[in-house]
Nanobody, 123 residues
Framework: QLSVSGGGLVQAGGSLRLSCTAS??????????VGWFRQAPGQARAFVAS????????AYADSVRGRFTVSRDNAKSTVYLQMNSLKPEDTAVYFC????????????????WGQGTQVTVSS
């Protein structure tokens, strides 16, 4: 089970940090890769970023690369998404998802999902 926190309302140019915490033990969590996805009203769920189980690989959507950073603290069974220089087009509900093994861009490859958290960026 994944729990997401950290969303909110922020002005353009501001920052937020999302957290995704798993109920699994640290030893189990280390085997899972985590992806972040977002869904804006009327749009499909889209890949934002991912981090592999061993932290060796991170990936970002072109729209967020250079502004967002994904990281993980396996001892806390938590993955973070640091979002800087936020833009109004980043407004969406953000989800984290986990899968055993390698990270994927396709949301359908993730069987475990957290609840969404709303991020709203005002202009």
């Amino acid at each position: 089970q994944l729990s997401v926190s950290g969303g909110g309302l922020v002005q353009a140019g501001g920052s937020l940090r999302l957290s995704c915490t798993a109920s699994a033990s640290a030893s189990t969590f280390t085997r899972y890769s985590v992806g972040w996805f977002r869904q804006a009203p009327g749009q499909a769920r889209a890949f934002v970023a991912s981090i592999s189980w061993n932290r060796s690989t991170t990936a970002y959507a072109d729209s967020v690369r250079g502004r967002f950073t994904v990281s993980r603290d396996n001892a806390k069974s938590t993955v973070y998404l640091q979002m800087n220089s936020l833009k109004p087009e980043d407004t969406a509900v953000y989800f984290c998802a986990a899968r055993y093994g390698s990270a994927q861009f396709d949301a359908r490859q993730y069987p475990n999902w957290g609840q969404g958290t709303q991020v709203t960026v005002s202009s």
